[in-house]
């Protein structure tokens, strides 16, 4: 005889309230604004990395905060993102963190990670959006910077 582990998957709603911002995420304006409506990632000392989850409507249907890192890093894996992200029902998600330094552009490594999450939404059919970095005053959307692999889920 062997001893069997039986698991259950389960998504836990931490809270839910009532904020100033867009239902539905329509251009990087709508997510800048819905970050700082909800996080106020322009006053934290130290980088916060989440996504918002998007129904097929770009309705937001949650937003997940995956990693808290330092003055200028966060370590993030796809495993994480997209583990919420099938939890949550997405058909899409938005990407965002914030450069405690105040500027948004984003680094060689921001480009890269958002690339490869582009690459994992692709194969499970999750279409990663955009990615925007908050800076103090001012926000990056590296969609319209181009600088983000296109995706045709």
Do not use: W
Request: hydrophobic share 40%; net charge negative; glycine share 6%.
């Amino acid at each position: 005889m062997i001893s069997i582990n039986i698991f259950s998957v389960k998504q836990v709603r931490e809270r839910e309230a009532f904020y100033d911002c867009p239902a539905n995420i329509g251009s990087p304006a709508d997510v800048n604004k819905a970050i700082r409506a909800v996080l106020e990632l322009e006053t934290e000392s130290v980088e916060k990395f989440g996504f918002f989850s998007l129904n097929s409507k770009n309705a937001i249907i949650g937003l997940h905060i995956i990693g808290v890192g330092t003055l200028n890093a966060t370590l993030v894996h796809p495993r994480e993102i997209f583990k919420a992200a099938i939890l949550n029902n997405a058909a899409s998600i938005i990407l965002f963190h914030n450069h405690p330094s105040g500027d948004p552009t984003p680094s060689p490594d921001d480009i890269a990670l958002t690339n490869n999450l582009v690459t994992a939404g692709k194969i499970l059919k999750i279409s990663v959006q955009d990615h925007v970095i908050i800076g103090e005053r001012e926000y990056v959307s590296l969609r319209q910077r181009n600088l983000m692999c296109v995706t045709d889920n």
